[in-house]
């Protein structure tokens, strides 16, 4: 599987925008997804995961009821609709496969895309 992350830009605090990351391969329903991302310094976290089985959703606690994780199967992509935008959402994000469950945790994910950088100004 190949990912291809796109959507990142600049944006004021309290915008928005979708990421999008495209996937390559037959096999993109049978994979979760996830998408994680890394702030300048720091070391990277998980933000939304999607399971390939039944679309259960998780997020990181600070991104709930701003961020939407959603996938289209027949489109072999996955999104991530983020809203009311904060200079601390400041990071490169990136988007990954698992064949498992849906996972907070970067080493069960098995493929990754480049990376998108999101910067929030104040």
């Known amino acids: 599987v190949q990912l291809q992350a796109s959507g990142g830009g600049l944006v004021q605090a309290g915008g928005s925008l979708r990421l999008s990351c495209a996937a390559s391969?037959?096999?993109?329903?049978?994979?979760?997804m996830g998408w994680f991302r890394q702030a300048p310094g720091k070391e990277r976290e998980f933000v939304a995961a999607?399971?390939?089985?039944?679309?259960?959703?998780y997020y990181l606690d600070s991104v709930k009821g701003r961020f939407t994780i959603s996938r289209d199967n027949a489109k072999n992509t996955v999104y991530l609709q983020m809203n009311s935008l904060k200079p601390e959402d400041t990071a490169v994000y990136y988007c990954a496969a698992s064949r498992y469950g849906p996972s907070r945790t970067d080493s069960t994910y098995d493929y990754w895309g480049q990376g998108t950088l999101v910067t929030v100004s104040s």
């Open positions: 391969g037959r096999t993109f329903n049978s994979y979760s």
């Open positions: 999607i399971s390939w089985f039944d679309g259960s959703k």
